[in-house]
């Protein structure tokens, strides 16, 4: 019995370990498990055959604990990384001796995705939009925090840059003492009152720090001895709005909802998918539930007066933010609901054998179909092939 290689599979929180432990080297895979969306690449482009599909929207949706999206076979994996560069939600990790690595990039032996991820930064106004609805928490929010979000945030008028300037008409000014009262950024200081000259003097300091140029001093002055002007140098928030590439699926959600059309996202998959509500089980929503780009969703029920020789739908889907991913296509349990065509990718192709012949499954049509064959693994119906546009 041969003492190397030795092969083992364990889970470590949310992650599966697979390795492979050689006599002057140990290699890991690690699949995210959470992160993993069940959409099948890594199967297609696995060159040894070593990835096999799980019950994708069982576990998706926490029905089951037995299993994964995926199941690796950590004795057939040959850990040369395909996997994990085709993986477009960075579920996937390949490490030797510990180190995170890809030795077939090294080698320039296969293709990376040719990622579009811009954000326009003259454009963009630092607002909250694109970092609440990515689907993928892969915006980038380098701002700072101010009161209105968060108690222990700057102060608001912190946050555009200003020029204010603060003057006393002292011929007018009486030093009253209303607006010191009023606004914490105005001191006023009198001098001590003698009965010899009973004359109130003195002066009024103001810090610019402080100041928001809200002119309620000017307002309250009972002398209209105060001046306020206040110049905005930049209506701009501080900080900067960046996109994770590692992370985007590049759905476009941020692009489709930015205001100021800041953002420039090219989608890495394309093609065609239909969605068959009338082959759909209602009540199911195992789609909705695992779509990791937000695309599919339950329609809102259509006045009866608007239905009128109709079949309510009880499924949709909103193609601007579908990558064809085929998540859906893999836990959906109704034959031919979801079928997917992808006719293109973008990849900084490499014209390879192994390339080749993952590009071929990659633009196979496909269809709904999930049946568990084994515990654990499943199988979906493909339509045949086509040739890639």
């Known amino acids: 019995m041969a003492l190397f290689p030795k092969y083992s599979k364990t889970r470590e929180g949310q992650n599966v370990v697979m390795e492979q432990r050689l006599l002057k080297a140990v290699n890991n895979l690690i ?4 992160t993993c969306t069940g959409c099948g690449i890594c199967v297609d482009t696995c060159p040894e055959e070593a990835i096999v599909l799980g019950p994708v929207g069982a576990t998706r949706r926490g029905a089951i604990d037995y299993a994964e999206p995926v199941d690796i076979d950590p004795e057939k994996c040959s850990y040369c990384g395909v996997c994990v560069i085709m993986c477009p939600f960075n579920a996937m990790t390949l490490k030797i001796d510990g180190e995170e690595r890809l030795p077939i990039l090294e080698k320039e032996g296969f293709p990376t995705y040719d990622m579009v991820t811009t954000i326009d930064d003259e454009k963009c106004t630092r607002c909250t939009i694109c970092d609440e609805v990515c689907p993928r928490d892969a915006i980038i929010r380098d701002v700072p925090a101010f009161e209105g979000g968060d108690e222990a945030g700057k ?14 008409d002292t011929e007018k000014c009486d030093y009253c003492g209303i607006c010191g009262e009023l606004c914490p950024s105005i001191t006023v200081i009198r001098k001590a009152a003698t009965p010899e000259t009973v004359k109130i003097e003195g002066d009024v ?4 720090s402080t100041c928001d140029g809200c002119e309620i001093c000017v307002e309250a002055c009972p002398t209209e001895a105060i001046t306020v002007e206040r110049e905005i140098i930049s ?6 709005v960046d996109i994770h590439e590692d992370d985007c699926c590049t759905c476009t959600w ?6 100021e059309e800041a953002i420039t996202v090219e989608k890495i998959f ?4 239909e969605i068959y509500p009338e082959k759909c089980p209602g009540g199911c929503s195992t789609c909705v539930e695992v779509c990791p780009c937000n695309a599919l969703y339950l329609p809102s029920p259509l006045p009866a007066k608007e239905m009128k020789g109709m079949i309510e739908p009880n499924i949709a889907i909103n193609k601007d933010f579908c990558i064809f991913c085929g998540a859906c296509v893999n836990a959906c349990p109704s034959e ?6 992808r006719t293109a990718f973008r990849m900084e192709e490499k014209d390879t054998d192994l390339f080749r012949d993952i590009k071929k499954k990659l633009l196979t049509t496909r269809t709904s179909k999930v049946k568990e064959t084994t515990p654990g693994k499943v199988e979906v119906k493909v339509l045949g092939e086509v ?3």
């Open 254 to 259: 941020c692009v489709q909802t930015c205001p």
């Open 270 to 273: 394309e093609g065609e998918i």
């Open 235 to 240: 209506k701009k928030l501080p900080g900067k």
């Open 205 to 208: 300091e103001w810090e610019e």
């Open 387 to 389: 040739e890639a546009a």
């Open 336 to 341: 031919d609901a979801i079928i997917l065509r």
């Open 155 to 168: 102060p608001r008028q912190s946050a555009l840059e200003t020029k204010t300037t603060f003057t006393v």
């Open 31 to 34: 699949l995210n498990a959470e």
